[in-house]
């Protein structure tokens, strides 16, 4: 069975300071991993996704995330918070062919400290 | 309009009222998703449409129906909810593969539901 675990419910960290989102995964068949972020009263948009080709994939607003086989991890990180990247953060799995299902963590709450 | 639309964005309603939730996606996607979110929980895939099949449904009780008369539309109707149905629930589309990789959700912004 798959299953992503995201450690920490919530985070912070002062602003200019780096950003690390921890993500954990399961899978029996190579993933493809997601990161989506959520904005108060808002649906979620997509970060980045890791789809087998560079392990290190570059996403929107600076943020990065490095797929990790022998860690089963898909961490995501920035080098400087900013204000706006204040937000919930979820890391998504998908790993059936031919399945719709794709399988989110709870969520990281990520607050920025001024 | 671009991108996928909720409304309501808000919907209180009683144990006993009939309401539909609506979403309509401009995106040129075949596949629609209805998600439910609730506090401490991971998001809760309840149907998928794709080609305005309904594809999935997980395990749903039936007082969620889901409708999707078209590519562009998709609707989610309640009838006798229950407290614990409260939640924001999401629409999401996205481009179907036909099984070969997997194409990125686009949400909505959701309707915050309150069963009172």
């Known amino acids: 069975a798959q299953s992503v675990t995201q450690l920490g419910s919530h985070v912070s960290v002062s602003e200019g300071a780096l950003v690390l989102l921890r993500c954990n995964y399961s899978s029996s068949v190579p993933p493809y991993l997601f990161w989506y972020v959520q904005y108060p009263n808002q649906g979620l948009q997509l970060l980045l996704k890791?789809?087998?080709?560079?392990?290190l994939v570059k996403g929107i607003n600076g943020f990065e995330a490095e797929f990790k086989k022998s860690e089963t991890s898909f961490h995501l990180t920035k080098p400087s918070a900013h204000m706006s990247d204040a937000a919930e953060y979820f890391c998504a799995l998908y790993s059936g062919a031919g399945s719709y299902q794709l399988t989110f963590g709870k969520g990281t709450k990520l607050s920025v400290i001024p | 309009e671009t991108g996928v639309t909720q409304t309501p964005r808000h919907l209180v309603m009683g144990m006993t009222n009939k309401k539909s939730l609506k979403c309509e996606q401009h995106?040129?996607?075949?596949?629609m998703y209805w998600y439910k979110q609730s506090a401490k929980k991971p998001l809760e895939l309840m149907f998928v449409y794709s080609l305005e099949e309904r594809v999935e449904n997980n395990s749903v009780p039936s007082r969620f129906s889901p409708e999707c008369p078209n590519s562009s539309h998709l609707f989610l109707h309640l009838h006798t909810l229950q407290p614990e149905d409260s939640a924001l629930y999401l629409c999401?589309?996205?481009?179907?593969?036909?099984?070969?990789?997997?194409?990125?959700?686009?949400f909505g912004n959701g309707t915050r539901l309150t069963v009172t």
């Open positions: 999401a589309s996205s481009q179907a593969t036909g099984g070969q990789g997997y194409s990125p959700l686009h």
């Open positions: 995106l040129g996607h075949n596949a």
């Open positions: 890791y789809t087998s080709a560079a392990t």
